[in-house]
T-cell receptor, first 115, second 109 residues
Framework: DAGVIQSPRHEVTEMGQEVTLRCKPISGHNSLFWYRQTMMRGLELLIYFNNNVPIDDSGMPEDRFSAKMPNASFSTLKIQPSEPRDSAVYFC?????????????FGPGTRLTVT | TQLLEQSPQFLSIQEGENLTVYCNSSSVFSSLQWYRQEPGEGPVLLVTVVTGGEVKKLKRLTFQFGDARKDSSLHITAAQPGDTGLYLCAGNSGYALNFGKGTSLLVTP
């Protein structure tokens, strides 16, 4: 079975440009998470969807960030306009919840560099 | 946010040595997970512990959940270069996972 798929794997853009990251969760999973990872702050949860509905977006840093999940097999995270401090690795993860231990399965990540 | 502190932050050892890394919190978790992340990849789930005092073994890796379900340890016996990576613990309370910042392990031949 395919795992979580993310695209692109690498993105380099200039400050002020719009960036869209994409995620396809594992088929059958009903929960999707977007994380951001930096050396300073580690893994931070940005937003959580359950059954395509955003449940918790308290981790979204500011209005420049938005996320959508139009169907069970696709989600996007958009940054507009991008800033150098947004440079990080962005991960998408999916799980089957509610189920006992909420184990999450991560994609390979998108490394974003904003110059 | 329930904080998880991992120690040590960095660890460099030679092949064949044993090591233990720790994950501590002041909060109680319904379960705790350990992940390993290799450079350029996403974290991969190693194990989930649920019951206080629980011990799980995965080949040369031994995971223990504290009796009070606030802390956990990971012990690696006879470390190998393939064990190199970032080891993350994550405490579960509800749908969310709270991640520690990880222990970066380097095993040299």
């Amino acid at each position: 079975d395919a795992g979580v798929i993310q695209s692109p794997r690498h993105e380099v853009t200039e400050m002020g440009q719009e960036v869209t990251l994409r995620c396809k969760p594992i088929s059958g999973h009903n929960s999707l998470f977007w994380y951001r990872q930096t050396m300073m702050r580690g893994l931070e949860l940005l937003i959580y969807f359950n059954n395509n509905v955003p449940i918790d977006d308290s981790g979204m840093p500011e209005d420049r960030f938005s996320a959508k999940m139009p169907n069970a097999s696709f989600s996007t995270l958009k940054i507009q306009p991008s800033e150098p401090r947004d440079s990080a690795v962005y991960f998408c993860a999916s799980s089957l919840a509610p189920t006992g231990t909420y184990e999450q399965y991560f994609g390979p990540g998108t490394r974003l560099t904003v110059t | 946010t329930q904080l998880l502190e991992q120690s040590p932050q960095f660890l460099s050892i030679q092949e064949g040595e044993n090591l233990t890394v720790y994950c501590n919190s002041s909060s109680v978790f319904s379960s705790l997970q350990w992940y390993r992340q290799e450079p350029g990849e996403g974290p991969v789930l190693l194990v989930t512990v649920v019951t206080g005092g629980e011990v799980k073994k995965l080949k040369r890796l031994t995971f223990q959940f504290g009796d009070a379900r606030k802390d956990s340890s990971l012990h690696i016996t006879a470390a190998q270069p393939g064990d190199t990576g970032l080891y993350l613990c994550a405490g579960n309370s509800g749908y969310a996972l709270n991640f520690g910042k990880g222990t970066s392990l380097l095993v040299t031949p």
